[in-house]
């Protein structure tokens, strides 16, 4: 999986809210349907309750984008912080599926496509997303039983 370079990062907008780093977390578009059912499915299978959320849209969100060197004016990428590790775009969903333990992680296959590939495909669907699959008028707000998993 390819790791985004730590070198980009701007000093001026670290992530106002502390976050555990020894669980991932997924930085999605809280707008899109598309996004917002990953995030779903990713809460129905991780039975550990490891990972945390955070939409793009609010303001820890964006400031961990723009930490990372990511545009803050379409969140056409998921962010996946995992052990350390930053991913984006088809590896970000590949992260996510490693961690959620076999037959999930079998989604690593996906690696064997080099990354111009990888990137293209990522890149074609989250330029339609909102076309294919709708944009919510604004990001849900968790269940109760949730809320201390999502972030921001």
Same mark, same amino acid.
């Given at each position: 999986?390819?790791?985004? $370079?730590h070198? $980009?990062?701007?000093?001026?907008?670290?992530?106002?809210?502390?976050? #555990?780093?020894?669980? @991932?977390?997924?930085?999605?578009?809280?707008?899109?349907v598309?996004?917002?059912?990953?995030?779903?499915?990713?809460?129905?299978?991780?039975?550990? $309750?490891r990972?945390?959320?955070?939409?793009?849209?609010?303001? &820890?969100?964006?400031?961990?984008?723009?930490?990372?060197?990511?545009?803050? #004016?379409?969140?056409?990428?998921?962010?996946?912080?995992?052990?350390?590790?930053?991913?984006?775009?088809? #590896? $970000?969903?590949?992260?996510?599926?490693?961690?959620?333990? *076999?037959? *999930?992680?079998?989604?690593?296959?996906?690696?064997?496509? @080099?990354?111009?590939? +990888?990137? *293209?495909?990522?890149? +074609?669907?989250?330029?339609?997303?909102?076309?294919? &699959?709708?944009?919510? #008028?604004?990001?849900?707000?968790?269940? @109760?039983?949730?809320?201390?998993?999502?972030?921001?």
């Amino acid at each position: 999986m390819t790791e985004l $370079s730590h070198s $980009s990062r701007a000093k001026s907008s670290r992530p106002s809210e502390p976050f #555990d780093p020894s669980h @991932p977390l997924i930085v999605f578009d809280g707008v899109c349907v598309l996004c917002s059912g990953f995030v779903r499915m990713v809460v129905r299978l991780d039975r550990q $309750s490891r990972f945390r959320f955070a939409t793009a849209q609010s303001p &820890f969100g964006e400031a961990l984008f723009r930490q990372h060197g990511l545009r803050t #004016d379409s969140y056409e990428t998921n962010l996946v912080l995992v052990d350390g590790a930053a991913f984006t775009r088809l #590896d $970000s969903f590949v992260a996510v599926m490693a961690e959620l333990g *076999w037959p *999930w992680r079998a989604a690593k296959v996906l690696l064997l496509l @080099p990354r111009p590939l +990888r990137n *293209w495909l990522y890149n +074609r669907i989250a330029k339609n997303r909102y076309a294919l &699959f709708g944009r919510k #008028d604004s990001c849900d707000i968790p269940p @109760p039983e949730l809320r201390e998993r999502f972030l921001g």
